[in-house]
């Protein structure tokens, strides 16, 4: 689970597969992740996604 860099409250998962932002209840708005391990599963899968629509 990701937390907010300005609250550490825990955000809610993107609900859209093309969002990359995660959105944090208490500060009410869309925040990066910005834990690398998920980051860098999320972007192998959308090179693979990229790479396939082409």
């Known amino acids: 689970?990701?937390?907010c860099p300005c609250?550490?409250?825990q955000m809610?998962?993107?609900a859209r597969a093309q969002k990359t932002n995660w959105f944090c209840r208490t500060c009410w708005q869309e925040m990066p992740n910005l834990n690398p391990e998920e980051n860098r599963s999320f972007l192998g899968f959308a090179?693979?996604?990229v790479?396939?629509?082409q």
Do not use: D, T, V, Y
């Open 7 to 9: 609250c550490s409250n």
């Open 47 to 49: 090179i693979k996604l």
């Open 12 to 14: 809610l998962f993107p």
């Open 51 to 53: 790479s396939a629509l």
């Open 1 to 3: 689970m990701a937390n």
